[in-house]
Every structure is written in structure tokens, then in C-alpha cells.
């Protein structure tokens, strides 16, 4: 049986500064500066979640979130996992985020180099305390923490420009 996929870009949303509209340009991406989106419309606890981040040499600091779960006084105190880059393109940093701190977990060097036009495909999987890294449909690594059990939100977030694509989860 297989599972399936849910595109989480369903619904418009504005984080590209030259559409109004909100909605991913005639390419199918979002450009984000600043910015957090969350996906889906429901708390997981086991999921899959994936998308393409483009290579350009602005991409510095962006990530995918999983089992994102607020303070009630601040977004900024979150507790998550997340998957990305941050200050270079050579690794995928796993960390976990507990009330707003970020601890690295594990960086996985990537499969081989990209040019700044190329797209690079990852996915995040985390499953009981079991959370899986993937790049281009390969298996980077998986890690055992238990520190975040919880269902949580899915999110997009960037704290540099950056652009995702084929945003889905299961």
C-alpha cells in the first residue's frame, strides 16, 4: 500500500516580494526573505516531508520544519526539528530547536557539488524517535532522538532569500 503524497503549496500564500498574488511563479517556486510558512492543516507526529531548495549563491540559512510546536507567548520559543542550510552550501545541518534554542544534532555532507541553477531535492522523515535525512532520493543518515515525541506543524522558513519547490509530506 502505498502512501500518499499531499502537495502542501495548495493554498496561496505571500512570501515572493514580486507577485501579489502570493502564488508560486510561472517556474513553481516560492521565494522567501525572512519569512515562515506553515503547511498542511494538521499536527504530525510521523511524517515525511520534502521539497527542493534552489543552489543560488544568496541561499544561506533556510530550512523545512517538522513537528514545530509553539509557546503560546512567542513564535520565536518554538520546539522543532529541522533540516537545511546554514552559512554554507556543502551540508545538510540537522537540528533540533527546544523553546527557541537550537542545538545541531548532525551535518551531512552533501552528495557532490551544484551550480547556483540547480535544485537540490531533500527530505526530512521523522518517525517515533527515528528522524531520517535524504538528499536526491538517497539516504544521508538517521539519527535516534526523542527529544521532540509531539505532533507538530510543517513549515517553510528562511531567515535569507531562498527558494523551495515540490513541497509535499505524508
Given at each position: 500500500n502505498?502512501?500518499?503524497w499531499f ?15 502570493g502564488?508560486p ?10 519569512a515562515?510558512k506553515?503547511?498542511g492543516?494538521?499536527?504530525l507526529?510521523d ?36 533540516l537545511?542550510?546554514a ?9 533540533k530547536t527546544?523553546?527557541?534554542q537550537?542545538?545541531?544534532i548532525r ?6 557539488a ?9 527530505e ?5 524517535a527515528?528522524?531520517t ?5 538517497k ?11 509531539a ?9 535569507t532569500t ?7 509530506y505524508?
Amino acid at each position: 500500500n502505498t502512501p500518499q503524497w499531499f502537495i502542501a503549496m495548495d493554498k496561496p500564500f505571500q512570501v515572493h516580494p514580486s507577485d501579489a498574488s502570493g502564488k508560486p511563479d510561472a517556474s513553481g517556486f516560492i521565494a522567501m526573505d525572512k519569512a515562515a510558512k506553515e503547511l498542511g492543516n494538521k499536527s504530525l507526529r510521523d511524517v515525511a516531508f520534502r521539497c527542493s531548495l534552489l543552489m543560488a549563491a544568496e541561499v544561506k540559512d533556510c530550512q523545512i520544519q517538522v513537528r514545530q510546536l509553539r509557546a503560546s507567548t512567542s513564535a520565536t520559543k518554538a520546539t522543532f526539528y529541522s533540516l537545511g542550510f546554514a552559512g554554507d552550501r556543502e551540508s545538510l545541518k540537522l537540528a533540533k530547536t527546544i523553546a527557541g534554542q537550537p542545538e545541531l544534532i548532525r551535518a551531512f555532507p552533501l552528495p557532490r557539488a551544484y551550480r547556483a541553477d540547480e535544485w537540490l531535492p531533500i527530505e526530512l522523515r521523522a518517525v517515533g524517535a527515528d528522524i531520517t535525512v535524504s538528499a536526491e532520493g538517497k539516504v544521508l543518515g538517521t539519527v535516534h532522538d526523542a527529544t521532540i515525541p509531539a505532533a507538530g506543524d510543517l513549515v517553510v522558513w528562511s531567515r535569507t532569500t531562498c527558494y523551495f519547490r515540490d513541497i509535499e509530506y505524508v
